[in-house]
């Protein structure tokens, strides 16, 4: 099977879009990091205060759908449900 990778970035187009990611995300990368098929997940802030780097990592197709599934329902997916995402999601051996 092949490993799921997502690489880009969270785009906040103000601070208040900042301030809820920066208030969500704590929790959010909690549960992320606590589901089956996990392997990585990391969001950090850049130097742009709007601007941050998200990198995941999930042992499959299946795993990262069902990531996909639990972030759409959760209070983080409705939170910043309005905020650009800019990434690439490749497979890996």
């Given amino acids: 099977m092949s490993q799921i990778k997502l690489a880009g970035h969270l785009l906040c187009?103000?601070?208040?879009e900042a301030s809820t990611v920066a208030s969500?995300?704590?929790r959010h990368?909690?549960?992320?990091?606590a589901e089956p098929g996990?392997?990585?997940?990391d969001v950090q802030p850049t130097d742009d205060?709007?601007?941050w780097t998200v990198a995941e990592r999930f042992t499959d197709q299946t795993a990262f759908s069902a990531h996909q599934a639990r972030v759409r329902a959760s209070e983080w997916g409705r939170?910043?449900?309005?905020?650009v995402r800019d990434h690439v999601i490749t497979t890996e051996p």
Avoid: K, Y
């Fill in 24 to 26: 969500h995300l704590p």
């Fill in 29 to 33: 990368i909690e549960l992320t990091r």
């Fill in 13 to 16: 187009a103000n601070a208040g």
């Fill in 38 to 41: 996990c392997l990585s997940f």
């Fill in 79 to 83: 939170a910043t449900a309005g905020i």
């Fill in 49 to 51: 205060p709007f601007v």
